[in-house]
């Protein structure tokens, strides 16, 4: 009885084990890849460099068009950073209107947020990028910053509502009786409890600035702007495919802050997915 | 006692401010603008033409139109199902605290991390090519690979099988799922002798349903949306001969190649009731299979 018992736990963990290897094994092999001289990535399976080399960082890290890539990582968390504060704060004082205020057309309007959350970006995308274009904000950050800091991330403020409808309300009437103003109340009580929920909504805001692709494609032009997203398509018009090794390299490097966020705040990040179903 | 209200009313909607100038200026008024667009020709240089409804009739019989819709709804319908089954499986197994699942869990959501990356899509590029790891693995058992990106018939399965690829976030909706059903009910069920088996599909699987319609319904919207590895796999033309041509992707070529702006902007409305009309219908559905406690 015990050893089937173990003889079942060995079958499991080895059959998970060799299920998650495959799956992980494409973003291993880059990893290893990386490694390798441009010959060695395109002859045999081996999985380990037979030569370790650091040479496609080296010539990765030079960039494209005269910047160094560390250029794009840096506008890269430039821009989220900038969304992390533009999400936050915007979509906090939505959110707390919404789960602790009382006004005539909160479930109304409520219900018109969820909706948007529906909408495909699509249907505004367009007569955006007409408009940002006449105000000459196309080729800068604007287009891509200042929305953040009107709640336009309906999601989030879903989510942060969630988290605050979650606050008791017996913990914000003392405060309420002694003549607390409901700016204070936002400032003082709310946010601070409200931390772990802005945590997530901060990492979720890296996470998809980090990937975005489409939107900082239209709207950036000048390769002095360019994000990582941007600078890794070019890499592979100005190179070709003859430089996989150093385009390797730099996928690599474009993971790191990625993976970094996440080992750093898997909590906040399983606890957003849990509680609104998105996606990481 | 008549109980206090909080707050003044106009507190309330200065604290909903940013986003009421948001849901004006960022979504009613360009919605308004792109709907109007969509009945005009506009090619951002001269002001635009009122044309009816052209683009649409255009789009009616744009043969690429229909291919994109063709080649999206195969994306949508045949990847994501798949995607569910194995995040549903995978949460399952997954579920019960022991050595190693956290660990386990990392790896499994990995790939959902990483997978909206361009650095990814790129990574796929190469791993299907023709000299791609998956050909070389292959000629290790004597099996010639094709260049899979390459041949229409493939090309598209590569890009599902990305999307599958990325089931994990699934996965851990799925466990948060899982984690609030009551071990009580299980419990019962073993004294009354039900099998694990049937314990999954009439417990498990009923209690878990509501989260796995709103995952659908959020999955399908996504994916109805999905752009980025169309654009880089395929070198942002939707080749080979618009196999890999997704519906955004055209979009995108219309209104940003070839200045199209009222036909993008007509795409954009049809891809609005596409997705209005499916979502419709699973809600619709949803009242045949999803179970509701009250």
Known sequence: MRFKKRASALIFHLLIIAFGFSMLYPLLWMLMASFKSNQEIFAGVNFFPKAPTLSNYASGLKGVSGYSFFKFIGNSFLLAAACIIGNIVSCSMAAFAFAKLEFRLNKILFSVMMLTLMLPFHVRLIPQYIVFNKIGWVDTYLPLIIPKFFATEGFFIFMLTQFMRGISNELLEAPRIDGCSTWKLFINFIIPLSLPGLMTVAVFTFIWTWNDFFSQMIYLSNPSRFTVAVALRMFVDATGQSTWGALFAMSCVSLIPLFAFFVGFQRYLIEGIAAGGVKG | ?294
């Open chain 2, 1 to 294: 006692m008549k109980r206090h209200a909080i707050n003044k009313p106009w507190e309330a909607y200065l604290f909903l401010l940013p986003w009421l100038i948001g849901l004006l200026c960022f979504t009613v008024i360009p919605m308004v603008l792109s709907l109007y667009f969509s009945f005009t020709r506009y090619d951002m240089a001269k002001s635009p033409v009122w044309i009816g409804l052209g683009n649409y009739v255009a789009m009616a019989k744009d043969p690429r139109v229909l291919k994109s819709i063709k080649v999206t709804a195969t994306y949508v319908f045949l990847g994501i199902p798949f995607q569910l089954a194995f995040a549903l499986l995978l949460a399952v197994v997954l579920k019960k605290p022991r050595f190693g699942v956290r660990f386990y869990r990392t790896v499994y959501y990995l790939p959902s991390l990483f997978g909206g990356s361009v650095a990814v899509a790129l990574l796929w590029r190469q791993v299907f090519n023709k000299e791609g790891i998956i050909n070389r693995l292959l000629a290790l058992v004597s099996i010639q690979g094709k260049n899979w990106i390459a041949t229409p018939d493939t090309a598209l399965y590569t890009l599902i099988l990305l999307s599958v690829w990325q089931f994990g976030a699934s996965m851990v909706i799925f466990l948060g799922g899982l984690q609030q059903i009551s071990q009580d009910i299980y419990e019962a069920a073993a004294i009354d002798g039900a099998s694990k088996f049937r314990a999954f599909f009439t417990i498990t699987l009923p209690l878990l349903t509501p989260m796995v319609f709103f995952n659908l319904v959020m999955t399908v919207i996504n994916a109805f949306q999905a752009f980025t590895p169309s654009y880089i796999i395929s070198g942002g033309t939707g080749s080979p001969v618009d196999s890999t041509l997704f519906y955004t992707l055209y979009l995108y070529i219309n209104g940003f190649k070839q200045f199209k702006m009222g036909y993008a902007s007509a795409m954009a409305w049809v891809l609005l009731a596409i997705i209005g009309l499916i979502t419709a219908l699973m809600f619709g559905a949803a009242k045949k299979w999803v179970y509701y406690d009250d």
